[in-house]
């Protein structure tokens, strides 16, 4: 099992609420990802980090923000929710060398519901 | 990365092995084949991944043909809990961050 962790599993908010989904592992990643996920559709990968203080945003635009301020720690924030936010939030890592270097493991993933 | 083909759906007897297949005839010599799973509403699971070889771990095995056109993953012991979407993707490692799933095979080990 992947040690990757995500707080909190479920979050209903109101609109214009400012949220932060929490992402971790306990791997030593260095590469991690944030992907956009809707029931049965395809993921979309939203935000990625190469290391400590690098992250791009991903194909999929996105009004949330992240940082990497810490190996282990790839928090997301939304500034301001919106219900067309309403999805579920997977966050996943992988590393650079190894005999699985660049196999993504996942989080159990946040499933977001903004009312 | 090269496209994959996979049945749509799947029943396994509980306890029996699940064996299921991937077409990826266009795959190019430098690109792995993976496999996750999804169960409902969770995060993917990475099961297992190969090059050439055979491949073995606790959760799986992974037998890719000689042409390499084609793989099957299978369970050898089917267990309720294995109820899940399976996605056999190929790609260069490395190559891309982005994952993408396809529409993966829905086995249902029945009891």
């Known amino acids: 099992e992947a040690d990757i962790y995500q707080t909190p599993r479920y979050l209903v908010i109101g609109t214009g609420k400012k949220i932060t989904l929490e992402c971790s592992q306990t791997?030593?990643?260095?590469?991690m990802y944030w992907y956009q996920q809707d029931p049965g559709m395809e993921l979309h990968l939203i935000h990625y980090s190469y290391g400590v203080n690098s992250t791009e945003k991903g194909d999929l635009s996105s009004e949330s923000t992240v940082s990497r301020i810490r190996t282990e720690h790839f928090p997301l924030t939304l500034e301001s929710a919106r219900p067309s936010h309403t999805s579920q939030y997977l966050c996943?890592?992988?590393?650079?060398?190894?005999?699985?270097?660049?196999?993504?493991?996942f989080g159990p993933g946040t499933r977001l519901t903004v009312l | 990365d090269a496209k994959t083909t996979q049945p749509p759906s799947m029943d396994c007897a509980e306890g029996r092995a699940a064996n299921l297949p991937c077409n990826h005839s266009?795959?190019?010599?430098?690109?792995?084949v993976y496999w996750y799973r999804q169960i409902h509403s969770q995060g993917p699971q990475y099961i297992i991944h190969g090059l050439k070889n055979n491949e073995t771990n606790e959760m799986a095995s992974l037998i890719i043909t000689e042409d390499r056109k084609s793989s099957t993953l299978i369970l050898p012991h089917a267990t309720l809990r294995d109820t899940a979407v399976y996605y056999c993707?190929?790609?260069?490692?490395?190559?891309?961050?982005?994952?993408?799933f396809g529409s993966g095979t829905q086995l249902t080990v029945l009891p």
């Open positions: 266009t795959i190019s010599g430098n690109e792995y």
């Open positions: 993707i190929v790609r260069v490692a490395g190559s891309a961050r982005q994952l993408t």
């Open positions: 791997m030593g990643h260095d590469k």
């Open positions: 996943a890592s992988s590393e650079t060398s190894g005999r699985t270097w660049d196999t993504q493991y």
